[in-house]
């Protein structure tokens, strides 16, 4: 007998409703006022790094030689909405103007600098408004029977991941992670269908490759090695395109990828080496010995299957994704790949066979957890004495990091707790070709 809290729903319909129906309110609440910050001078502004820099596309520039010698564009400039620009700065005051991401992202978001920055921003939004509606369903799809979860269970995977903060977080500041994240999923989705589609998509995640790592070792790991070629090859041809655009140099931009990561190298972030503060070698040492034992772990459970399931791939994309956050750099709103940890945790109480106490156990760490990842931040600094104010988002940001290892540890537990019968399994991952 499952030990699921979950079975009970049809005794308890009344308080799942009640749930869903509050976690439903709380999130239309929470994103009404992330669209009205959005309309705030400062909202979207690493965003308009995408907008600002795709006007060098246009202009038949290179937009990263233009960050790396501050280049400033040819005026006037007129918008497809009708709005011209005759004066300098073209670039809006107080926003990020970084291009961080690669270059067939930047290209593909060059399509929005056709339009002035208002119109250009609330596409955008909207554009990310309808990610944060999709991934948990797209999530859900990793599942091998997704429609063998209850519909309210289903229900509140979704809502879970509408109430964290953390989409909103990138919504507000017009990060690129929820549209890599998408294009992660349909990769994944995809990959036993339609090669050529699944490595343009992967190509495009690859643009913020610190977030689809995992994807890649996934698809090394399955094997589908067309569609990792397809990816590289999507990054090189996007890398000639601008160089060709912008008559540059492809080594030239190849530097200032690299001069974009050393910068990113020292940001503050939740990643590990960042939590141990200036003590690099302790930090550095974990890390090397974290990435060593994670390894180790997933290289047990292989030699113990030597098969991969459409069952086991949210696991193992749990555990890369975790891993990753904590090893290397990332910002807080990158946490968004928690989206996986929450499916699972539900997923394994719902149809695993678990005991009712590792299901009680892992239904209560998932609220504590959430609840962490949740802990209001400038909401409620101005109500904090001074010295306290300062010290409640470096805490946070510990408190999620020490969590992400929680959350770690449960995912490789999990691992070796996947059900091994057909029921469950659908049987061998169909692996790629080159």
């Given at each position: 007998m499952t030990g699921s809290l979950f079975g009970s729903a049809d005794r308890a319909w009344l308080g799942w409703r009640l749930l869903l129906l509050g976690l439903a309110i709380w999130s239309v609440l929470s994103l009404a006022r992330t669209v009205l910050?959005?309309?705030?001078?400062?909202?979207?502004?690493?965003?308009?790094?995408?907008?600002?820099?795709?006007?060098?596309?246009?202009?038949?520039?290179d937009p990263y030689l233009a960050f790396a010698r501050g280049e400033q564009l040819a005026l006037p400039i007129q918008y497809a909405d009708g709005v011209t620009v005759e004066r300098q700065p073209v670039a809006q005051p107080e926003l990020a103007t970084t291009p961080a991401n690669t270059a067939p992202l930047l290209l593909l978001l060059s399509t929005l600098s056709v339009f002035s920055w208002p119109v250009a921003k609330t596409a955008w939004l909207i554009l990310n408004v309808l990610l944060i509606v999709v991934i948990p369903w797209l999530v859900l799809g990793l599942l091998p029977q997704p429609k063998a979860l209850p519909p309210h269970i289903q229900w509140l995977v979704a809502l879970l991941f509408y109430s964290l903060k953390l989409?909103?977080?990138?919504?507000?500041?017009?990060?690129?992670?929820?549209?890599?994240?998408?294009?992660?999923?349909?990769?994944?989705?995809?990959?036993?269908r339609t090669m050529w589609l699944a490595g343009l998509l992967f190509g495009l995640a690859l643009s913020k490759y610190s977030l689809s790592f995992p994807v890649l070792i996934l698809l090394l790991f399955t094997r589908h090695f067309g569609i990792v070629i397809i990816g590289l090859l999507t990054q090189a041809a996007g890398l000639l395109l601008v160089s060709f655009i912008g008559h540059s140099s492809i080594l030239d931009i190849a530097r200032v990828y690299v001069n974009m990561v050393t910068l990113h190298a020292d940001y503050p972030g939740i990643h590990i080496a960042y939590q141990l503060g200036d003590d690099s070698l302790i930090g550095m040492s974990i890390v090397v010995g974290g990435t060593l034992l994670v390894g180790w772990f997933l290289w047990q459970w292989w030699r113990r299957h030597q098969v991969i399931r459409q069952i086991d791939l949210l696991p193992l994309l749990t555990v890369l994704s975790l891993w990753t956050l904590l090893a290397a750099y990332h910002r807080n709103y990158d946490s968004i790949l928690v989206v996986f940890f929450v499916t699972l945790s539900i997923a394994a109480q719902s149809t695993w066979l678990l005991s009712r106490g590792e299901a009680l156990f892992l239904a209560t760490f998932l609220v504590v957890s959430l609840l962490v990842i949740n802990a209001p931040g400038e909401l409620i600094t101005p109500f904090l004495p001074t010295h306290l104010s300062r010290l409640w988002d470096p805490t946070l940001e510990k408190l999620l990091t020490a969590t992400l290892v929680a959350m770690l540890a449960i995912s490789v537990w999990l691992l070796f707790r996947i059900p091994r019968d057909d029921e469950h399994g659908e049987g061998r991952e169909a692996h790629g070709s080159a």
């Open positions: 910050r959005i309309q705030g001078p400062i909202g979207a502004t690493d965003f308009h790094s995408y907008w600002y820099y795709g006007h060098f596309l246009w202009q038949e520039q989409p909103r977080a990138v919504a507000w500041l017009g990060q690129t992670s929820l549209l890599i994240l998408t294009f992660m999923l349909l990769t994944l989705l995809l990959r036993n």
